[in-house]
């Protein structure tokens, strides 16, 4: 599964959370991404991922975007 987003202005970095139940809870499973595209492997065939991006910097966290799906083959 492969995220992309939009950059946000100030980040320094992403945080990627997901979970297997629709709106969470997530766990992260990348954080302090510097780019705006991830791929997620190793993930099981016909179970739904759902995901959700936010943006650091020294500051803080941004709010959680809003939740994507993937479902792989």
Do not use: D, F, H, I
């Not at 202005?9 to 595209?37: E, F, M």
């Amino acid at each position: 599964v492969t995220l992309g987003w939009t950059a946000s202005a100030g980040a320094t970095g992403y945080r990627v959370k997901r979970s297997t139940v629709n709106l969470g809870p997530y766990s992260t499973v990348v954080s302090g991404w510097a780019g705006t595209t991830w791929t997620n492997t190793g993930l099981a065939n016909n179970t739904t991922y759902y995901y959700v991006v936010s943006a650091v910097n020294a500051a803080g966290e941004s709010p959680n975007s809003v939740q994507a799906s993937a479902t792989p083959p």
